[in-house]
C-alpha cells in the first residue's frame, strides 16, 4: 500500500503532457495539445491532452483520464504498478506499507493539518476586516501600497494581531490541538511559553494547485533590525518550500491561455502584476528558484520570462535562475527593469496597457541578456572574456533539445565571435560529463503488486433514456458543484441561506427518488453525495484521479472543452458563454428537463406493465397502476409548462 502523501507527490509532479508524451507524439492546439490515439488506429487525431486540467481523452475511442490511468491503459499495470511506475519517472521514493492504524493516523493527520491552516486563513482575513487593530494597522499597509480590495480578498490576504498568543487561544478555543498548530508553525511553544508565530504582520497565504491554504508568509510593519522583515511557515508534513510557487493557484490558468509564465521574486510582485491584469505571474518568494518550483511551471508552459529587481541582487538571482530553467527544458526571457524598480513598484507606476506593452517590447532572449551583462563586466579583460565565454557555453549545454542548442551556439558565435567547432566541442565536453554523472542513479527496485482498482461498475443494457441530461448534470456538478446558486430563506430561523450548486442537485434528485439506469452515472453520483458535504472535496480532482479507470473516461470527457458547449444551454439560436454566470437559471431549468424526461419514461414503463396484466383476474394492480399514471401526468403537464412545452393530453 502507498501512503496517501506519497500518492499526492506523484500525481502533482506527473504532468499529464510530459508523462503521454513518452508514448505519443503531440501538438499544442490552443490551450490543450493533440495528438494520434495510442489506444485505436486513426488518421486523424483525436486524442486531447489538457495540461490545465491535468487529463487526455480520446474522443474517437472513449478513453480518458489522469496520468495513471494512461499507464495503466497503455502499459497494462494495474492502478499501484502505475503509481510505481511515475514515481521512478519523477524521482519519488516509494515505501509501501499496509494500512495500519499508524498510516490511517498520519493521514488523518495530514488533513488535520491542512483544516487547522485553512481556518488560519480565515482568522487572519476576518482580522483584517473586521477588528480594529486589524484595519488600522495591517488594511492600511495594504491600501498604502496600493492594494485593491478584490485582490486582497482574491488572494485572502490577512493580518495576525500583534499580541503575544491572541491567535493561538483562539484557535484552542475552536477545539484545534496545539499539536496542530505546533506542527504548521501557526504557533510557537516552549515548556509553559506559547506565542503566536505571525504577530504583528500582514499575511500572505500559499495555496497548493488544488487552492488549499498550505502555508503563511508574513511581513512585520515595525522598524526592527533584530526582527526579520519577511518570515514564512516552516517545512511541515504539508508545506515543503522547495516545491511551492506563491499565486500558482490563482496563474494556473492564465498561464495555460496565454503560454507563457512571468516569474518574479515576491509576494507584492505578484499582487501589483495581477492589479494591472497580468494574472499568468508566480514568485518563488524570496527563496532561490528551485527545479521542483520549475517543473511546476513547465506543467503549464515551456515559456518561462524572468522578471526581477533591477538591482544588482536581482540581476544575479536572473542569471541563477537561468541554467536551471534550461535544464529543465523551457524556454526562458528576461525583461530587465530600470535601475532600482522591482516588480511591484513598476506595475504600479504605470498604466496597465503600459506595463504590458514595456514587457512585450523589453523581453530579451536568455543568451542576449547574459552575453551583454557579462561583457560590460568583462569590458576589455582577456581572460574574463574567456570566462564569459565558458559561463554561456555551460548555459548552452544544459538545453536538452538538440536543435535549440543548435540555434543557440550559432547566435553565441555571432555574438563572441567564436568558432562554432570550439563552442559545439565544449558543449560536448560538459555534457558527456553531466551524462556520467546521472548514470550513478539508476535502476531502483519495483514489485508488482495485484491492483486493488475498485471493479467496474456493470455494463448498461440497453440505451440511457436520460443520458443528455444526467450527462449535462454530471458535468454542471463537477465544474460548479460549490458555487452559490441562490438564497432562500430559513422558515424556522426567519434567515437567509445560500445554496450550492451541488447541494440543491443532490437534494432534488435525492428527493424525488430518481436513479440512473446506468450504473457508472450512479456511482459517481452516489460518491459524489457521500463526499459533498466535505469542506475541501474538490469533484474534478477526486473522480479524474479515481481507480476505476470507467469513472475516469467518463469524468475526463465531461470535463474537456469538447463537451462545454451543451445544446442545453442553446436558446433562440444564441450561446451564454460564461455560463457560471447565468447558474441560477441554467441549474434549475436542466433539473425540471431530467424530471420531465424521468416522468415520461415512468409513464411508459407502467403502460407497458399494464398491457401485460391478465384483464381478466384481479383489476385492482390495473387501477393502482392507472391511478399512478394519472398523478405522473399531472407532473408531466406541470413540467411541460414550465418548460414551455407543448401540453400533454393523453
Same mark, same amino acid.
Given at each position: 500500500m502507498i501512503d496517501q502523501s506519497t500518492v499526492e507527490r506523484i500525481m502533482d509532479a506527473a504532468d499529464i503532457v510530459e508523462v503521454v508524451q513518452d508514448f505519443v507524439s503531440l501538438k499544442r492546439r490552443g490551450v490543450n495539445y493533440l495528438g494520434n490515439c495510442p489506444f485505436h488506429n486513426e488518421k486523424t487525431p483525436s486524442f486531447t491532452v489538457s495540461p490545465s486540467k491535468q487529463i487526455y481523452k480520446c474522443f474517437g475511442c472513449g478513453k480518458g483520464g489522469s496520468s495513471v490511468n494512461f499507464i495503466m491503459e497503455h502499459e497494462h499495470l494495474s492502478y499501484f504498478e502505475s503509481l510505481k511506475f511515475l514515481a521512478k519517472k519523477f524521482h519519488i521514493d516509494v515505501v509501501e506499507e499496509e494500512e495500519s492504524p499508524e498510516i490511517i493516523a498520519q493521514r488523518n493527520r495530514h488533513e488535520s493539518l491542512m483544516i487547522?491552516?485553512?481556518?488560519a486563513r480565515e482568522y487572519f482575513s476576518n482580522f483584517l476586516y473586521n477588528e480594529n487593530e486589524g484595519r488600522n494597522v495591517g488594511l492600511s499597509y495594504f491600501k498604502e501600497r496600493g492594494i485593491r480590495d478584490d485582490i486582497i480578498k482574491k488572494f485572502q490576504l490577512g493580518y495576525c494581531p500583534d499580541q503575544k498568543d491572541l491567535f493561538t487561544q483562539?484557535?484552542?478555543?475552536?477545539?484545534?490541538?496545539?499539536?496542530?498548530l505546533e506542527e504548521t508553525g501557526l504557533s510557537i511553544k516552549r515548556d509553559d511559553w506559547v506565542r503566536d508565530r505571525f504577530s504583528g504582520r500582514v499575511i500572505f497565504p500559499f495555496h497548493n494547485l488544488a487552492g488549499r491554504v498550505i502555508a503563511f508568509g508574513g511581513r512585520v510593519l515595525k522598524t526592527d533590525p533584530k526582527v526579520a522583515k519577511y518570515l514564512n511557515s516552516p517545512e511541515s508534513e504539508i508545506y515543503h518550500k522547495s516545491k511551492v510557487l506563491y499565486g500558482i493557484y490563482f496563474a494556473k490558468n492564465a498561464i495555460t491561455r496565454s503560454d507563457k509564465c512571468y516569474l518574479v521574486e515576491g509576494y507584492t510582485d505578484v499582487l501589483s502584476m495581477h492589479q494591472s491584469g497580468i494574472e499568468n505571474v508566480v514568485a518563488s518568494s524570496g527563496t532561490s528558484l528551485t527545479a521542483d518550483q520549475?517543473?511546476?511551471?513547465?506543467?503549464?508552459?515551456?515559456?518561462?520570462?524572468i522578471i526581477y529587481d533591477g538591482d544588482n541582487a536581482g540581476i544575479k538571482a536572473s542569471i541563477r535562475g537561468i541554467d536551471m530553467v534550461l535544464e529543465e527544458g523551457i524556454n526562458v526571457k528576461v525583461v530587465p527593469l530600470p535601475e532600482g524598480e522591482d516588480p511591484d513598484s513598476f506595475a504600479r507606476s504605470m498604466s496597465s496597457s503600459d506595463l504590458i506593452a514595456y514587457i512585450a517590447t523589453h523581453e530579451t532572449d536568455f543568451i542576449r541578456f547574459k552575453t551583454q551583462l557579462l561583457l560590460k563586466e568583462a569590458d576589455n579583460d582577456p581572460i574574463a572574456r574567456a570566462k564569459l565565454i565558458s559561463d554561456i557555453v555551460k548555459s548552452i549545454s544544459v538545453i536538452p533539445?538538440?536543435?535549440t542548442r543548435s540555434v543557440y551556439i550559432?547566435?553565441?558565435?555571432?555574438?563572441?565571435?567564436v568558432s562554432e567547432d570550439i563552442i559545439y566541442e565544449e558543449v560536448g565536453k560538459l555534457k558527456s560529463k553531466v551524462s556520467e554523472d546521472n548514470k550513478v542513479q539508476e535502476k531502483r527496485e519495483a514489485a508488482r503488486v495485484a491492483s486493488v482498482a475498485r471493479p467496474s461498475a456493470e455494463p448498461l443494457v440497453g440505451k440511457n433514456p436520460c443520458d443528455v441530461e444526467e450527462?449535462? /448534470?454530471?458535468?454542471?456538478? /463537477?465544474?460548479?458543484?460549490?458555487?452559490? /446558486?441562490f438564497s432562500v430563506v430559513n422558515e424556522e430561523t426567519g434567515k437567509a441561506e445560500t445554496i450550492k450548486v451541488g447541494q440543491y442537485i443532490v437534494a432534488e434528485i435525492e428527493n424525488d427518488g430518481l436513479r440512473s439506469v446506468d450504473p457508472l452515472y450512479q456511482l459517481v453520483f452516489d460518491e459524489f453525495k457521500e463526499h459533498c458535504d466535505e469542506e475541501f472535496f474538490n469533484p474534478e480532482r477526486f473522480f479524474v484521479q479515481h481507480d476505476n479507470r470507467e469513472v475516469c473516461n467518463l469524468v475526463s470527457g465531461l470535463l474537456v472543452d469538447k463537451y462545454t458547449e451543451s445544446t442545453m444551454w442553446k436558446r433562440k439560436g444564441s450561446f451564454v458563454e460564461d455560463e457560471h454566470e447565468i447558474l441560477h /437559471?441554467?441549474?434549475?431549468?436542466?433539473?425540471?428537463?431530467?424530471k420531465f424526461r424521468q416522468v415520461k419514461q415512468m409513464i411508459s414503463g407502467m403502460m407497458k406493465k399494464i398491457g401485460t396484466i391478465d384483464p381478466s383476474g384481479d383489476l385492482t394492480q390495473i387501477m393502482e397502476l392507472q391511478t399512478v399514471i394519472t398523478n405522473l401526468k399531472k407532473v408531466e403537464k406541470e413540467l411541460s409548462k414550465k418548460l414551455g412545452k407543448r401540453a400533454v393530453t393523453s
Open positions: 487547522v491552516s485553512n481556518y483562539a484557535a484552542q478555543k475552536q477545539g484545534y490541538r496545539m499539536e496542530f520549475i517543473r511546476m511551471i513547465k506543467r503549464f508552459t515551456p515559456n518561462i520570462t533539445d538538440a536543435i550559432r547566435e553565441c558565435s555571432n555574438m563572441l565571435d450527462k449535462a /448534470l454530471l458535468r454542471i456538478m /463537477l465544474r460548479y458543484y460549490s458555487h452559490d /446558486l /437559471l441554467l441549474v434549475p431549468k436542466l433539473i425540471e428537463e431530467y
